[in-house]
T-cell receptor
Framework: DAKTTQPNSMESNEEEPVHLPCNHS???????IHWYRQLPSQGPEYVIH???SNVNNRMASLAIAEDRKSSTLILHRATLRDAAVYYC?????????????FGTGTRLTIIP | DAGVIQSPRHEVTEMGQEVTLRCKPI?????LFWYRQTMMRGLELLIY????????DSGMPEDRFSAKMPNASFSTLKIQPSEPRDSAVYFC???????????????FGNGTRLTVT
């Protein structure tokens, strides 16, 4: 399994951009990098995923390092509703042999 | 799209009783996953199905746990007999993707909070 390292917690001011880092130095060449978030009392929610190129969607942007050993989830303008635990997950290409590992994630607090 | 529907939202039971958790995946999704979340262990994958067939149940903690998927629109996770250490939030998720080429996002339900006293 690819190991990930994320900060335990981060704080950001409302309406400011947020950069959530993730190190995954043992990622394999075919693993996708997925980001999920979990709001209080809810199930995890898919945010974004990518393989090599930077990706954008309505929720966030994902910047992937050229060597793929790290990535950064970017929330362009944080709102109070973005307060959640954010998980970075390298997803194995052959799901039959490995399990998804959510880890402990980064708890993001938004300051009004 | 109603999302993944789990029932009940909360379950309180006494040790030794049978507990059945239910899940209705998103229509058209062919993969279904059961997860358990505790403060100590975080989110753990228990079992997953593809096209109603269990593919990997190695995360199921012990024989007291069993899961079934009789059709594409329904799955159950049963604990018999239940124990206090089974207290956790149990999540069901579904995905339109094939497990062998996992790049399709999971859609989670809001979970069942189980308390065993």
């Amino acid at each position: 399994d690819a190991k990930t390292t994320q900060p335990n917690s981060m704080e950001s001011n409302e309406e400011e951009p947020v950069h959530l880092p993730c190190n995954h130095s043992t990622i394999s060449g075919t693993d996708y990098i997925h980001w999920y978030r979990q709001l209080p009392s809810q199930g995890p929610e898919y945010v974004i995923h990518g393989l090599t190129s930077n990706v954008n969607n309505r929720m966030a942007s994902l910047a992937i390092a050229e060597d793929r050993k790290s990535s950064t989830l970017i929330l362009h303008r944080a709102t109070l509703r973005d307060a959640a635990v954010y998980y970075c997950i390298p997803a194995p290409s052959n799901f039959g042999n490995e399990k998804l590992t959510f880890g402990t994630g980064t708890r993001l607090t938004i300051i009004p | 799209d109603a999302g993944v529907i789990q029932s009940p939202r909360h379950e309180v039971t006494e040790m030794g009783q049978e507990v059945t958790l239910r899940c209705k995946p998103i229509s058209g999704h062919n993969s279904l996953f059961w997860y358990r979340q505790t403060m100590m262990r975080g989110l753990e994958l228990l079992i997953y199905f593809n096209n109603n067939v269990p593919i990997d149940d190695s995360g199921m903690p012990e024989d007291r746990f069993s899961a079934k998927m009789p059709n594409a629109s329904f799955s159950t996770l049963k604990i018999q007999p239940s124990e206090p250490r089974d207290s956790a939030v149990y999540f069901c998720a579904s995905s339109p993707g094939q497990p062998s080429s996992y790049n399709s996002p999971l859609h989670f339900g809001n979970g069942t909070r189980l308390t065993v006293t």
